[in-house]
């Protein structure tokens, strides 16, 4: 590693072990202790930002070989399942989205492509989503130090983080507005004539059931709906 960075270079909810040692451990969506050595242990909450930090503080570390992802995962996000993904099959050179992944905004748009692939290459992903048993992860975490292939060949990769500023969409008018309450008057969007409102009614006869989850991280809040 080289001397003129200080690792790791993305500040977390993380606890730093040894960081000469071959394993990382994210445990998504909650904090546990584990007995055990690591170069660094810590959460992972959201399948954009989360994951880009978690990708910077590993390619700037070539001593890390091993990810263990474990934890519960967090709803709505499928963080651990957004990482997997991403993992397994990378981003969309164009969209920048995780490609198959479940998450909400699973998108990786800081980071340069090269980095995203560093990290694919770079380290073992070692599947233990919704293991929270600090022995089991103990155990694991020395078999895979026991099986070091030694140090990522290409080297560090320091990456300058800095979250793009999104913009802000454009918002029209979606449904009429209401002019004078009291005498019912509004303005029609379709026909932009001032009128009289009449209320309307859809009435179906094999209603589904939904979910309506609200959704929050770094880029703000959404709703997030689902037939079941």
Same mark, same amino acid.
């Not at 233990?128 to 099986?147: H, V």
């Given at each position: 590693m080289s001397s003129d960075h200080n690792w790791p270079p993305i500040s977390g909810d993380f606890e730093i072990g040894n960081p000469s040692h071959c394993v990382a451990i994210c445990t998504l969506g909650k904090k546990i202790s584990v007995d055990t050595e690591y170069a660094?242990?810590?959460?992972c909450k959201t399948?954009?930002?989360?994951?880009?930090r978690v990708i910077i503080n590993v390619i700037s570390n070539p001593k890390i070989r091993y990810l263990i992802l474990a934890g519960p995962e967090v709803p709505g996000h499928f963080t651990g399942r957004s990482m997997r993904a991403l993992y397994q099959? %990378? #981003?969309?050179?164009?969209?920048?989205?995780?490609?198959?992944?479940?998450?909400?905004i699973p998108y990786i748009e800081n980071i340069p492509l090269e980095g995203?692939?560093?990290?694919r290459d770079q380290i073992e992903l070692v599947d233990m989503i919704n293991t929270s048993d600090p022995a089991i992860l103990d155990t694991k975490s020395r078999d895979l130090?026991?099986?070091?292939?030694?140090?990522?060949?290409?080297?560090?990769?320091?990456v300058e983080f800095k979250v793009a500023a999104r913009k802000s969409p454009t918002?029209?008018?979606?449904?009429?507005v209401i002019l004078?309450?009291?005498? %019912? #008057?509004?303005?029609e969007l379709s026909s932009s004539l001032v009128k009289r409102h009449q209320s309307n009614g859809i009435v179906s006869?094999?209603?589904?059931?939904a979910i309506i989850e609200m959704q929050g991280d770094e880029t703000g809040t959404i709703l997030f709906g689902r037939e079941v």
């Amino acid at each position: 590693m080289s001397s003129d960075h200080n690792w790791p270079p993305i500040s977390g909810d993380f606890e730093i072990g040894n960081p000469s040692h071959c394993v990382a451990i994210c445990t998504l969506g909650k904090k546990i202790s584990v007995d055990t050595e690591y170069a660094i242990i810590g959460t992972c909450k959201t399948e954009n930002i989360g994951i880009e930090r978690v990708i910077i503080n590993v390619i700037s570390n070539p001593k890390i070989r091993y990810l263990i992802l474990a934890g519960p995962e967090v709803p709505g996000h499928f963080t651990g399942r957004s990482m997997r993904a991403l993992y397994q099959n %990378g #981003v969309d050179p164009t969209t920048r989205k995780i490609i198959n992944a479940e998450g909400a905004i699973p998108y990786i748009e800081n980071i340069p492509l090269e980095g995203i692939e560093q990290f694919r290459d770079q380290i073992e992903l070692v599947d233990m989503i919704n293991t929270s048993d600090p022995a089991i992860l103990d155990t694991k975490s020395r078999d895979l130090s026991a099986e070091n292939p030694g140090e990522y060949t290409k080297g560090a990769m320091w990456v300058e983080f800095k979250v793009a500023a999104r913009k802000s969409p454009t918002r029209l008018m979606g449904a009429d507005v209401i002019l004078l309450p009291e005498y %019912g #008057v509004v303005f029609e969007l379709s026909s932009s004539l001032v009128k009289r409102h009449q209320s309307n009614g859809i009435v179906s006869e094999n209603p589904s059931s939904a979910i309506i989850e609200m959704q929050g991280d770094e880029t703000g809040t959404i709703l997030f709906g689902r037939e079941v």
